[in-house]
């Protein structure tokens, strides 16, 4: 089984919805990155977790580690059709040895 | 300045060839990284090397060498290439040992093989 699932595969929301992608490990997670991907382009940095309940904001994107580090969520308010993309989420996990271990993504949508 | 930059951006090539991916980062990292990304977008480790030595080797065909001359720079030389390596070729780094900080990724080599 994957040892990053992301939730849900895809989405579409309409223009100006608030919506929220989930990343859950089965393992401890130590540092947790949430990345943006436009078709045919490369991986645009969001933001990066690594403590248990942190909590960051970039615009109108904010993303939480979870209190027991299993767990980040990705919510976007007021979504708009320049949030469309692919979200990935990268895990350095317990026993990772040096990689980020990536989730299958989240495909978004935003229908203006 | 770009910090980790790849060439070329795009590559396109006959089955058969041998090709090379270029990776050099400006951020005094130790640790780099190759990546694959398949056409469903899943990003997959290939090869990871810290201070000019092999660390990670997923099971990647024997067809691929990664070549790292200094703790800057890590390559990627592909050999024979084969029509199920069309994909894109991420490079990344980090800093540090043990845990991944300061995560850095290039903007990508698309190959594809014809």
């Known amino acids: 089984s994957q040892e990053l699932e992301q939730s849900p595969q895809s989405l579409i929301v309409q223009e100006g919805k608030n919506l929220t992608i989930n990343c859950t490990s089965s393992?401890?997670?130590?540092?947790l990155y949430w990345y943006k991907q436009k078709y045919g382009e490369g991986l645009i940095f969001l933001m990066m977790?690594?403590?248990?309940?942190e909590e960051k904001s970039h615009e109108k994107i904010t993303a939480k580690l979870d209190e027991k580090k299993q767990q980040s969520s990705l919510h976007i308010t007021a979504s708009q059709p320049s949030h469309a993309g692919i979200y990935l989420c990268?895990?350095?996990?317990?026993?990772?040895?040096?990689?980020?271990?990536f989730g299958k993504g989240t495909l978004l949508t935003v229908n203006p | 300045d770009t910090a980790v930059s790849q060439t070329p951006k795009y590559l396109v090539t006959q089955m058969g060839n041998d090709k090379s991916i270029k990776c050099e980062q400006n951020?005094?990292?130790?640790?780099m990284y190759w990546y694959k990304q398949d056409s469903k977008k899943f990003l997959k480790i290939m090869f990871s090397?810290?201070?000019?030595?092999?660390?990670i080797n997923e099971t990647v065909p024997n067809r691929f060498s990664p070549k790292s001359p200094d703790k800057a720079h890590l390559n990627l030389h592909i050999n024979s290439l084969e029509l199920g390596d069309s994909a894109v070729y991420f490079c990344?780094?980090?800093?540090?040992?043990?845990?991944?900080?300061?995560?850095?990724f290039g903007s990508g080599t698309r190959l594809t093989v014809v």
């Open positions: 990344a780094s980090s800093q540090g040992q043990g845990r991944v900080y300061g995560y850095t």
């Open positions: 090397y810290n201070n000019k030595e092999l660390i």
């Open positions: 951020l005094g990292h130790d640790t």
């Open positions: 990268g895990a350095d996990l317990e026993g990772s040895n040096y990689k980020l271990t």
């Open positions: 977790l690594q403590k248990g309940g």
């Open positions: 393992k401890t997670l130590y540092g």
